[in-house]
């Protein structure tokens, strides 16, 4: 997958500059698959366990997230949407994201069902462990006639891609589908009136490995694991502090993304306003903000790139945005708020 991501918008680039992304982009692109910065807004992209773990009859989310727009000519997207609600102990949802990437158009499109279930530990209902599956399948497809190779770059004429040079490639399809299947935990404690709310989780990623390939290879999809948590600190009345955190492993690639937000009440007019930074180890510093105001909450971030792509993107990385919706009860007696993540 590697020559699917190193595609033709090096061409305006002059040899040297062409050599320094090509090296700089195998370490990143390998060690990133697609992901987000608000990573916990879509909660069942984080954990399975999350489904259907809020204090309302359901929830709507919606993503958007798009990258390397300063350094490619088709910029890296990621669009979702999500639907949950608790039904007693017990919550349901589906999941639909689609991933798209570079000139030849790699495309990735997830849909996956998700069962929660809660899990009371003291009679005050306190102390909370919620339990999570998910499944479903990923199509993924790719235009090869739109793929460039670096055996078809030529120094002929300033240099570019000469797309009559063979590519050496062999293609056995260009479009496939995957099952996949996920799971996950997290602890929480709900108490309403606590000073410190703490939660921490544990999901895991394609258990079943589906084999995926654009060639004749056996190629296993490897598990990815994600460990998250953090404490939300009620200051006061209008003040709550949210450190938060989450460690990303897959094979030997690891990532660590840790976050600090602040959320002010604004008591006139019963909304939330949210802010804060997150840094991604050896990749991005992130600005992000949002408002929480009744049923509705949006955040808007922004990667700063501080990999060593910085010197061709010039520190420009990712916009990312999200809504979520979440219908009010009509009754009293809501199940325990798990933190807001």
């Not at 195998?26 to 909660?43: E, R």
């Not at 009859?57 to 919606?62: E, Q």
Request: a positive charge.
């Amino acid at each position: 997958m590697k020559h699917i991501l190193h595609t033709s918008f090096f061409k305006s680039m002059n040899k040297s500059i062409f050599a320094l992304i090509l090296l700089v982009s195998v370490k990143v692109t390998t060690a990133q698959d697609f992901h987000l910065s608000q990573y916990d807004a879509p909660p069942m992209f984080l954990n399975p366990a999350m489904t259907g773990m809020f204090d309302g009859k359901y929830r709507v989310h919606g993503h958007y997230r798009t990258q390397w727009m300063a350094v490619a000519t088709k910029p890296f997207t990621t669009a979702g949407i999500s639907f949950d609600m608790p039904i007693k102990k017990f919550g349901a949802g589906i999941q639909v994201f689609n991933y798209r990437a570079g000139v030849g158009t790699y495309n990735a499109l997830s849909v996956l069902l998700s069962l929660g279930y809660d899990v009371v530990l003291d009679k005050q209902k306190n102390h909370h462990i919620a339990l999570g599956v998910q499944g479903g399948i990923v199509n993924k497809s790719v235009n090869q006639n739109k793929l460039s190779f670096g055996n078809q770059y030529t120094t002929a004429n300033d240099g570019g891609f000469d797309a009559g040079v063979p590519s050496g490639e062999t293609f056995t399809n260009d479009n496939f589908t995957i099952h996949d299947i996920n799971a996950g935990f997290l602890y929480y404690y709900a108490k309403e009136n606590s000073r410190l709310n703490p939660f921490i989780g544990f999901s895991a990623f394609h258990l079943t490995q589906p084999t995926e390939t654009f060639f004749d290879k056996a190629n296993k999809l490897p598990l990815r694991y994600y460990a998250h948590g953090g404490v939300k600190v009620n200051i006061n009345e209008k003040i709550q502090l949210l450190p938060k955190f989450i460690y990303m492993k897959q094979i030997n690639d690891q990532e660590f993304t840790g976050t600090l937000l602040l959320h002010y009440f604004l008591k006139s007019s019963d909304t939330y306003l949210i802010f804060g930074p997150t840094y991604r180890s050896k990749d991005a510093a992130i600005i992000e903000g949002g408002i929480k105001k009744g049923r509705y909450t949006c955040r808007v971030s922004y990667d700063i790139n501080t990999s060593k792509l910085k010197q061709v993107s010039h520190s420009r990385g990712g916009f990312e945005i999200s809504l979520t919706y979440i219908a009010r009860r009509d009754k009293p007696n809501p199940l325990a708020n798990c933190p807001r993540l």
